[in-house]
């Protein structure tokens, strides 16, 4: 029998779904792929957006990467 | 898409798992009234838990584990006794509270049945249901809502036992749009190939659809093509009531449709359609009608293909081939499906607070606020647009053995 300290269990690494970024809040930069967390990776035309919800802080919102940025200039005089 | 871990705290409803946690500060319904009439027990499987309901000689109802502890004979062929069950095998008596009362051949001067427990939960009735809480103390109120607590309606419950974890059957709910192709254009097919070139409500176009969260779900809401904002798709719409219902207006009528998504484990449901239609003011309501009229809804054919032809069976279908547990680490959502988000993300957070102490969203403890939960309904709704026969006999209520009595009742306009 081997003796010295009972082998831990290894937690198995959280695992990344394909494609997806491995994406930190914004708010407390806790990481968003937490069993308790929520990042939802879904398509608006051709951005890629995560719907996150933050297990640690709460915060929820948007992260978007666009694949086209687009800003309008105001109007001069406005 | 979401990851492995994700939707593991989505889908796993057993003991210990945080959804299950957050399940179990919920009143569930576990079978009706009816059911109990000729017998004294039912087995049931619930949130992953064996467990057998039933009627003590006092018409008392009660909820205990399976499994005598003894030896672990089943009581779902217990003998009923004056407060409580008791075990076929060797006679083991348990109270509505799971504590064992009586051992009869163990000496009479033993406690050793003081040492013995099971599992109980309490059993309260409600419209014809039954429901139990199966959380921790303090008990929440069972919430009144109007579809269960309205007096004098003639109820019919279909019930159907599906291959299918929970959260699927609620994220269809929160999918607005499938509407338009499972219930319209794919039924308009499906009614082309039998034959009958037919056009359905269902399948017009959705300009928009919106999501409110309220304090007993989430409020859907749908704007159709042609339609002004002031219709009662947009402006009422209907809700989710967290976390496993959905309850549905109609079209002008004084009925209650909710749709319950029962997690029996974490890869079957038991789905629950409770329909309570309200007689109009003198209307006499025949004898076959006045029983709450439970009965199976099919959803395969002697082939074991899907019926496909009704509304709830195209539903059926679509979360069955799912995937017993969809992947959600291999979808594709996009900008329709943002109630599905939404749904997951109360999820999360009703978790957290049950995590936190706190109670979940609709927990009521202020009997004021229970005396009648009158939720948020449409009451014309467009997708009942076509009538009350023809609605009734696309949807899981053709196979009620006494919908032919209610489709009577309503053409003399005996509802109200």
Avoid at chain 2, 119 to 135: H, I, N, S
Avoid at chain 2, 230 to 242: A, I, L, Q, S, T
Wanted: charged content about 25%; overall charge negative.
């Amino acid at each position: 029998m081997l003796k010295g300290r009972p082998m831990q269990q290894r937690r198995p690494e959280i695992s990344v779904p394909k494609h997806t970024r491995k994406l930190f809040c914004p708010n407390c930069s806790q990481p968003l792929l937490n069993e308790r967390s929520l990042l939802v990776k879904y398509w608006r035309a051709q951005d890629t957006v995560y719907y996150c919800y933050c297990s640690h802080c709460a915060w929820c919102g948007e992260i978007v990467d666009n694949a086209r940025v687009v800003i309008s200039e105001l109007d001069e005089g406005s | 898409m979401i990851s492995y871990e994700q939707n593991q705290t989505l889908t796993q409803v057993g003991p210990g798992t945080p959804m299950g946690n957050l399940l179990r500060r919920y009143w569930i319904p576990v079978g009706a009234e009816v059911e109990l009439e000729d017998k004294w027990t039912k087995r049931i499987r619930i949130l992953g838990e064996d467990l057998v309901l039933y009627r003590d000689l006092k018409g008392k109802f009660g909820l205990i584990e399976e499994k005598c502890p003894h030896r672990g004979a089943s009581f779902a062929y217990g003998i009923p006794e004056q407060d409580g069950i008791r075990c076929p095998y060797h006679g083991w008596c348990i109270n509505h509270e799971g504590q064992c009362t009586e051992q009869p051949n163990e000496p009479e001067d033993s406690t050793f049945k003081n040492k013995i427990r099971v599992k109980a939960y309490p059993v309260e009735r409600l419209g014809g249901m039954l429901f139990t809480y199966m959380g921790p103390q303090p008990v929440p109120l069972l919430p009144r809502y109007d579809a269960f607590a309205t007096e004098g309606t003639i109820r019919i419950v279909g019930q159907a036992v599906l291959p299918v974890n929970f959260m699927q059957v609620m994220e269809n709910s929160l999918d607005p749009v499938h509407t338009e192709w499972l219930h319209g254009h794919y039924h308009e097919f499906k009614s082309r190939e039998m034959g009958r070139d037919v056009k359905v409500a269902f399948s017009r176009h959705h300009v928009k659809t919106a999501f409110d969260v309220f304090e007993y779900g989430i409020i859907k809401r749908r704007l159709l093509e042609g339609q002004s904002e002031n219709v009662d798709d947009w402006r009422v719409g209907h809700p989710v009531v967290f976390p496993f219902t959905l309850a549905v207006g109609s079209g002008g009528l004084g009925t209650y449709a909710l749709q319950m998504r029962i997690p029996i484990d974490d890869t079957h449901t038991w789905h629950i359609w409770y329909n309570a239609y309200v007689p109009g003011e003198g209307v006499e309501v025949p004898p076959a009608l006045q029983k709450l009229c439970l009965y199976d809804v099919p959803w395969q054919d002697e082939s074991g293909e899907f019926i496909t032809d009704y509304i709830d069976g195209q539903d059926i279908m679509a979360w069955i081939t799912q995937g017993a547990v969809a992947d959600r680490t291999d979808e594709h959502l996009g900008t329709t499906d943002k109630g599905i988000i939404l749904l997951r993300k109360l999820f999360m957070e009703q978790i957290a607070k049950v995590e936190n102490g706190e109670d979940p969203l609709g927990v009521i403890r202020n009997p004021e606020l229970n005396e009648m939960i009158v939720l948020p309904l449409e009451r014309k709704k467009h997708h009942f647009s076509e009538g009350f026969e023809s609605v009734t006999m696309r949807f899981q209520t053709r196979f009620c053995p006494v919908v032919q009595e209610l489709i009577d009742l309503f053409s003399k306009v005996g509802i109200k």
